[in-house]
């Protein structure tokens, strides 16, 4: 089996800037690509960034573009998001996502294994 662990949520002003983590455990060698995603209430999930097993490919949301950055540590079965600037609508619980394969997809039904998630509330 393999968790994901999420964590560095909170509460943060507009403007401010908060780093998750997702730490796998268990049989890490089948988690290759992984991904962030969110989830507002009152709507669906939705893909956020992800990043190859290598970290060479990454691929965001548009409306994150420039303000997020994914990374990994692979060393440390760990995947970051940096969120920068943040704005009241980037307020949503934040699922970290993992899958076999080495490359990312956007799709959540493309991911095999998740986090519990992690509230991130932006003030106005």
């Known amino acids: 089996q393999v968790q994901l662990v999420e964590s560095g949520g909170g509460l943060v002003q507009t403007g401010g800037s908060l780093r998750l983590s997702c730490v796998a455990s268990?049989?890490?060698?089948?988690?290759?690509?992984m991904g962030w995603f969110r989830q507002a209430p009152g709507k669906e999930r939705e893909f956020v960034a992800g990043?190859?097993?290598?970290?060479?490919?990454?691929d965001y949301v548009g409306s994150v573009k420039g303000r997020f950055t994914i990374s990994r540590d692979n060393a440390k079965n760990t995947v970051y998001l940096q969120m920068n600037s943040l704005k009241p609508e980037d307020t949503a619980v934040y699922y970290c996502?993992?899958?076999?394969?080495?490359?990312?997809?956007?799709?959540?039904?493309?991911?095999?294994?998740w986090g519990q998630g992690t509230q991130v509330t932006v003030s106005a």
């Open positions: 996502a993992g899958r076999a394969s080495a490359y990312v997809q956007e799709s959540q039904g493309d991911y095999d294994y």
């Open positions: 990043i190859s097993r290598s970290g060479g490919q990454t």
């Open positions: 268990g049989r890490t060698f089948r988690v290759n690509a």
